[in-house]
């Protein structure tokens, strides 16, 4: 089945026009007793501004073969400061005719502002964020120095954007999905949001957070329906170190979307002219039916090479049957493989440009089902947006597979370069998902509710190892270093892996199965491959660079048993059961510093730059959410010859509570001064009322840093 | 008022669309032997020539009536596989780009046509100008191949045409500049800074045409590379001013520049055209100077409202870069640029019954005075103010700057003052570093592992004026916090309490600070013995100049620190060791650090400052070995023991 649905990205204006229908002026005098408001209550008198009121309206509509949106705002600011001056008095917005900008005095008197003077800004000119289109990534937009503002005023702007485009020949057009949190740059005494949408067309919409719901009211015109909501006393946006924006303010989400045959659709379509606000599971089911059970994609070059490979693998390793989770092995690589190396692509699912993720799921279903392995689907939303409970846009959920193997589950999401068989994607971890259980009968599809594996210390780990040498000038340290990773730290120090060695092996593998493409590397492909490696190399540096003294960096070697491959199954050579690993040396200096005639040794330093909790951030408005994971790093200190270390007791901590640890000892083993340090992050989630609990420990880690030795000259 | 433009250079390169081309053996060997000079360099300019020809309109009455014509031609060697030329030129309403062709490796016409993108130019700080930034980027195929280009950019208002410079941001061996004057026209070719360059120059005049040709020519040209915090390349980079004095024709002289006074007669045409009706502004002046009796405090109160309720917004459009919004509409707005906020200023006091004047002036970061009679050497405009035989230079864009105080960045430059159909020549009266004097004071006990006790700072001059504006435009709810912030310079072991304020709205005298300070971590016990770091600022530690800078390191204003702390000896204890003291001591710097045990205290004084604002790059190797030594003490320790 082949299918063009517009993507985000591919949006493609073909012409705009600005609608006349309402002039600024009209609007200004027009009857809306919420935007007479002009004072502010007393408790955002020390506020840079306070928005009085805002009503945006997004406005979907169909005509003569187009498709039109609109974005109506309308906004009434109180500067109070000036910073808020400084900020509105180079005005910015999306380049439109229809706008009007009135500034209204403390004494009432109206100052009309001139547009005339309004230039054009340039491509590269960032745009201040308080000034961007919730609804679009790129458009032109204007600027303008506003005249006369001054403390106390009140700016009150109004425009009206549209956009035309050909309805494309498929009738069906998605606008973006759209996700905000409705806490504003500045706290906001009214706020409307109104949706306009054709009667033809579907919304979704889901407040979470205690964001207001959508209502419906009269519409003035038979073909559009309105929908809106109102929304009053809302503080400012603040965000929080470690805390989910989505999901602990108050959050809309929504989309329109155009289409003629919903069955087809990967979106959630519900009654038109009527907003969706939930998903039910039989949608979820009738989904994954439509999308996948029926559809016939993978039965052709795909699937026969990856017949061919099992077969060649049977024989390669004298095996009656290929184990199932070997079959998932192969089927999940060779997709990548398809992906990434094949120009032809996955020959057809080429024009299927909705999401990589029900793509490789359809390959996976096709594959495992044609070999009788026993899998699921599952439809998971990120930890930072949703709540499986409140899922009502298909962006929001991520397709993926789970199979068996003994008793654990392996969840299958999309490949990348650089991920291994059963890697679980950052956000995902710990998720409440949907589990649709296929049956060769689609009427007994079951949806059930999955937890995806959750993230814990013990799988998300990066051990590093240190070997510690002073240079006989008593400055420099020359350090050898070995960082093992796995689970999530595993996936952030991926960033080191070029593609090669992945396309190496393919070429290897699947030549064999006489494929005809085959990968041969050019001096190009070398030299971008040099580059990265420069790249990576300079990345490392940096890092290093925020924590020390770097004088000199030698190089890294990546040691490639962490990577999960095709046809290697024994641990010993390459698993993705294996940490990723890598070494490096540099020499750095700062560390040592006089103290009479003794030197002090920052050893401390050695763990490196420690997240530091300001002060301003000791209290905590949101729950906590971060990754679970634990550090461990052993310090190997040579002690110069004919020197002894005093005072290495301090450099024993030991700050344990539920919410995670730092612990830390020293010991002297021959010439040797010895560190281990342990530092864990328990859970995924903490209450807001447990942050001083993690402050303890992150503190604890800081102090160690500070931590300095005696290096004293033995008499 | 125009700035110097200079080349906005995107890196940008384009890997892949160029087959492979023939390289010759001989330009591959050459690409070599350049890679072992210019090791970071993706090309090297093997001859740049730059020609400019004047060229008068052929109709007496046309409104362009003199036109000059700059031809580029330069030749360009590849040093990396895939890379691209990337290169731009600014134009603006008088000068346009007529054409660009791309040349072969043997400098003819080449197929390939050049990647063009024009856009507005909009440098940081200026909300709209005039100026467009014309880029253009072609392929090369690969190490050793040469290609070329010739670009053609004409003046249509000679003024405008101010100078031409030999460097680029890429190495170049020969770079030519000739200039073909015409009989007819009367040009001066000023060198400057060609100390330590070996200028070539020729010149030869046409038998036929009576034109004189004259060359100018530097080999083997270092890139130009930004550098934080240089001087202007006015002052360092080798160039040509070009003072186009007058033309002839049909024997009638037609005067351009021929000295500052055209230059004068020039801005102040065009400061008659303005339109002020500062009939607007006499309720506004009298409301501020009612109940005011003596002159300064009148001064004052105009100069102050200025900088406090007009927006400096920069424009720089086209005659509007050089001709003040009058005053009645900066008033109105409550923004302009310099020239608008000078207007409206000197229409202020004129109205409050005072003698001002618009000002022109060149900030330091041009090296010209007014013996160059070039619009080059102006890029501001302030006020002059004179009262009792006395010039005060008012700058209103400099908010929270005391009457009768300069900032460091106009002080000691020259200034043309309106003086009717005259003008007067003065210079921007300059002011030692005690002006900008910071004083810390600090007294500590041990408490455990920190050091506890009460600090105090003190800022004075420009000092002190950053602090004012950072604070009067941070939002109202962040206002303490950005204030503890600046206070604790980001470091998070420091916590501070109690913390008061002198007035930070207020201009006179200095800005105080008080407050408890805990500085943790700073004490270590090991064994009988305390050791102590006592500076938690460790002010220019890492202030050293790598040996890759090439230029002079320029600084804000003159700075100048004192600081001094005591700790409290805890009972029982002894000083053991004080680190060595600092006194290094240079015309252009001076490091001090000094230990003192002394009643039962230990008094640590320190003194930084850089007495001219800048650091020459013949003093590197001294400033260097001054940092050492001061990072030498902030790394070693005081030892108490019991």
């Known amino acids: 089945m082949k299918k063009i649905i517009l993507s985000l990205l591919s949006l493609i204006f073909i012409y705009q026009t600005y609608a006349q229908d309402i002039t600024p002026d009209e609007i200004f005098t027009k009857e809306d007793p919420d935007f007479n408001i002009s004072d502010i209550p007393e408790k955002w008198k020390n506020e840079s501004a306070v928005i009085l009121c805002q009503k945006l309206i997004y406005n979907f509509d169909r005509k003569n073969g187009k498709i039109i949106d609109k974005e109506i705002i309308r906004k009434r600011i109180k500067l109070l400061d000036k910073s808020s001056i400084n900020k509105f008095a180079e005005f910015y917005f999306i380049s439109t005719e229809n706008i009007g900008i009135n500034i209204i005095k403390p004494d009432g008197t109206l100052n009309k502002v001139d547009l005339k003077a309004a230039v054009s800004v340039s491509e590269e000119i960032e745009i201040p964020n308080f000034y961007k289109s919730n609804f679009r990534s790129k458009r032109e937009y204007k600027k303008i120095a506003i005249p006369g503002l001054e403390v106390n005023d009140i700016i009150d702007y109004y425009y009206n954007a549209e956009a035309k485009r050909n309805l494309p020949n498929t009738f069906e057009y998605i606008f973006p999905e759209i996700l905000i949190s409705i806490n504003n740059t500045y706290p906001t005494i009214k706020q409307k949001i109104e949706f306009q949408v054709e009667k033809g067309f579907n919304i979704n919409f889901k407040n979470q957070n205690g964001a207001p719901d959508l209502q419906e009211k009269a519409s003035p015109v038979e073909e559009i329906k309105i929908f809106y909501f109102e ?241 006989a000038d008593f ?241 | 008022m125009k700035k110097s433009i200079f080349l906005l250079i995107l890196a940008f390169s384009i890997h892949d669309g160029f087959a492979q081309s023939y390289i010759p053996e001989e330009d591959k060997k050459l690409a070599e032997s350049l890679k072992n000079d210019y090791k970071d360099e993706s090309y090297v300019g093997l001859g740049s020539f730059v020609e400019f020809s004047f060229e008068l309109a052929k109709d007496e009455k046309d409104t362009i009536p003199l036109k000059v014509t700059q031809t580029i031609r330069e030749e360009i060697i590849c040093l990396k596989n895939f890379t691209s030329y990337v290169n731009a030129i600014i134009y603006d309403d008088n000068s346009y780009i007529k054409d660009i062709t791309l040349l072969d490796s043997k400098g003819k016409t080449s197929f390939v046509k050049p990647i063009i993108s024009k856009k507005n130019y909009e440098e940081n700080g200026i909300f709209y100008s005039d100026s467009k930034l014309y880029s253009y980027v072609f392929p090369f195929s690969g190490e050793g191949a040469k290609s070329g280009y010739e670009l053609t950019k004409v003046y249509t208002d000679v003024k405008y045409l101010t100078s031409i410079y030999f460097h680029s941001y890429y190495p170049i061996q020969k770079k030519t500049i000739s200039f073909k004057v015409p009989a007819w026209m009367e040009v001066e070719l000023r060198e400057m800074n060609m100390n330590g360059y070996s200028l070539v120059k020729n010149s030869t005049v046409d038998p036929k045409t009576k034109a004189t040709t004259y060359t100018f020519t530097l080999n083997e040209l270092d890139a130009d590379k930004t550098e934080s915090h240089a001087p202007g390349i006015s002052h360092t980079l080798p160039h040509i001013l070009i003072l186009c004095k007058s033309y002839t024709r049909n024997e009638v002289k037609y005067p351009l520049f021929n000295n500052t006074a055209d230059k004068y007669k020039w801005y102040s045409g065009l400061v008659k055209s303005v339109n002020n009706e500062s009939s607007q502004l006499k309720p506004l002046v009298e409301k501020l100077i009612t109940g005011k009796t003596k002159d300064q405090e009148k001064i004052e109160a105009l100069f102050y409202w200025v900088q406090n309720n ?94 009768g105080e300069y900032a460091y960045r106009i002080q000691g430059k020259e200034v043309i003052i309106e003086d ?223």
């Open chain 1, 231 to 471: 929304d009053s006393n809302r503080d400012k946006s603040e965000n929080e170190r470690w805390s989910y924006l989505y999901r602990n303010t108050p959050t809309i989400k929504f989309q329109v979307v155009y289409i003629k045959n919903a069955k087809n659709s990967d979106h959630f379509i519900g009654e038109t002219g009527v907003p969706k606000k939930s998903v039910s599971d039989a949608e979820v089911i009738a989904k994954v039916k439509d999308l996948v059970f029926f559809d016939n994609g993978f039965t052709g070059k795909y699937r026969s090479h990856l017949g061919n490979v099992l077969k060649t693998y049977k024989k390669d390793h004298s095996l009656k049957e290929v184990p199932p989770e070997m079959i998932a092995r192969q089927a999940y690589f060779l997709y990548r493989h398809y992906r990434y190396f094949n120009p032809e692509g996955l020959e057809a699912g080429n024009n299927y440009q909705a999401g990589e993720d029900i793509l490789f799921v359809k390959a996976m279903f096709n594959a495992l089902r044609f070999y009788k392995v026993d899998f699921t689907i599952v439809l998971a939303p990120p930890a930072d947006v949703s709540d499986i409970n409140d899922v009502v846009l298909k962006e929001e959920l991520m397709w993926l597979v789970k199979i068996r193997d003994g008793n654990n589950n392996i969840f299958l999401f999309p490949p990348s370069f650089h991920t291994s068989f059963g890697d679980i994607p950052e956000k995902y971890y710990g998720v409440t998902a949907y589990e649709i259980i296929p049956n060769q009968d689609t009427k007994l599809y079951k949806a059930e509710r999955i937890q995806i594996t959750p993230a814990t210390p013990a799988n998300n780990t990066e051990k590093t190892s240190l070997v510690v040498d002073l240079d």
């Open chain 2, 310 to 403: 007009i927006r400096y917004i920069a424009f720089e459009d086209g005659i509007a870069g050089f001709r003040p919004a009058s005053c009645q509409k900066v008033y109105n707005d409550k923004y302009g640029d310099c020239k608008g906020m000078a207007n409206l200023l000197k229409q202020m006091l004129l109205i409050a019954g005072y003698d001002a004047r618009l000002t022109w002036i060149g900030t330091r970061h041009i090296a010209y005075n007014n013996s160059i009679p070039s619009i080059a050497v102006d890029n501001h405009m302030i006020c002059t103010l004179i009262l009792n035989g006395q010039k005060y230079f008012l700058d209103p864009t400099e908010t929270y700057i005391p009457f």
């Open chain 2, 420 to 642: 009717g159909d005259k003008y007067l020549l003065e210079k921007v009266p300059e002011s030692g570093k005690d002006k900008n004097k910071i004083q810390e004071f600090a007294s500590f006990t041990i408490q455990q592992e920190s050091l506890t006790g009460k600090k105090s700072e003190k800022y004075d001059g420009e000092s002190k004026l950053n602090i004012l504006r950072s604070y009067s435009e941070t939002k109202t709810d962040k206002k303490e916090e950005v204030l503890k912030d600046f206070i604790r310079g980001d470091d998070n072991s420091v916590t501070i309490a109690n913390l008061k304020s002198s007035n930070l709205e207020e201009r006179r005298g200095a800005l105080n600070f008080d407050y408890d300070i805990i500085l943790n971590y700073k004490v270590t016990d090991i064994g009988t013995e305390k050791y102590v770091s006592i500076d938690h600022d460790q002010e220019f530690k890492n202030m050293d100049f790598d040996s890759t800078r090439k230029k002079d390191y320029l600084f804000p204003y003159k700075y100048y620190l004192v600081k001094k702390y005591e700790l409290v000896i805890p009972e029982g204890y002894t000083v053991k060791y004080l680190p060595e003291n600092i006194s290094i001591v240079h015309p252009e710097f001076t490091v001090k650090v000094h230990y003192k045990n002394e009643g039962g205290k230990i008094i640590y004084t320190k003194e930084i400052s850089v007495d001219e604002a800048v650091i020459p790059k013949e003093k590197f190797k001294e400033w260097n070995l001054a940092i050492a030594e001061l990072k030498k003490t902030y790394e070693d320790q005081i030892i108490l023991s019991k």
């Open chain 1, 475 to 715: 400055s420099t340290f020359n350090i050898k270093r070995t960082v093992k990773a796995t689970g999530i730290q595993k996936e952030s120090q991926q960033f080191m892996l070029y593609y090669f060695d992945v396309a190496m092996e393919e070429y290897g593998t699947y030549q064999r199965t006489l494929y005809p493409y085959y990968i041969s590397f050019g001096t190009k492909d070398y030299e971008r491959q040099n580059k990265y490696i420069e790249k990576v190399s300079e990345r490392l540096q940096n890092d290093i660079k925020t924590d020390f003294e770097l004088v000199k960096y030698g190089k890294y070697e990546i040691d490639y048993k962490g990577r999960g491959y095709l046809l290697v199954d024994d641990s010993t050579v390459r698993s993705e059961k294996n940490p990723f690993v890598f070494h490096d040396d540099f020499t750095i200096k700062g560390l040592l510093k006089k103290a009479g005639s003794n030197y002090f040794f920052e050893a401390g330093k050695l763990l490196g730059a420690q997240v530091e909790i300001p002060e301003k951030e000791l209290e905590r408005k949101f729950n906590i959410n971060y990754n679970p994971r634990a550090y461990q790093t052993e310090i190997k200190f040579k002690i110069p010859e004919g020197y002894t270390l005093e005072g290495i007791e301090n450099l024993n901590m030991n700050i344990s509570n539920e919410t995670g640890h730092f612990i830390s000892s020293a010991a002297i083993e021959e010439e040797y001064l010895i560190i281990q340090i342990s530092k864990q992050y328990t859970h995924a989630f903490e209450k807001k009322e447990d942050w001083p609990k993690v402050v303890a420990f992150l503190n604890a880690a800081n102090k160690f840093t500070q931590v300095k030795v005696l290096m004293k000259k033995k008499i």
